[in-house]
């Protein structure tokens, strides 16, 4: 994988992305918020969801209460929350390429305002 600068709800952060099709995984996303990193893995999984109920043509059904809604299974990519920063730095290192030249201290310590 390869770290990249990027933006997470309107703050600066950096992902992992996927530089050979064999990596186990889609995406890696540090919340610079929360402190938390994401891992997106290639393994799916199947989850229950509520979406929009849908008439015969494909328009959304509402009712007095909104919108009506159906529960679903989908196929779903597995996520995992990494909380403690002292393994998230190890995953970088063992996963990234650039671990070595890419600053990621500078968004894991920054604190919000």
């Known amino acids: 994988m390869m770290l990249v600068s990027s933006s997470w709800q309107e703050s600066q952060t950096f992902r992992m992305i996927p530089i050979m099709e064999s990596c186990p995984y889609v995406e890696c996303i540090f919340d610079p918020g ?16 509520m979406l929009p109920k849908l008439d015969d043509y ?6 007095t209460k909104g919108t009506k809604q ?3 299974k989908i196929e779903v990519f597995q996520e995992f929350y990494i909380e403690d920063i002292t393994a998230i730095k190890e995953l970088i290192e063992y996963f990234a390429i650039n671990s070595a030249s890419f600053d990621t201290e500078k968004y894991m310590s920054k604190t919000e305002e």
């Open 70 to 72: 159906d529960r679903h």
């Open 58 to 63: 494909g328009q959304v059904v509402t009712g």
């Open 34 to 49: 929360t402190k938390v990193f994401v891992i997106i893995s290639k393994t799916t999984k199947q989850s229950l969801h």
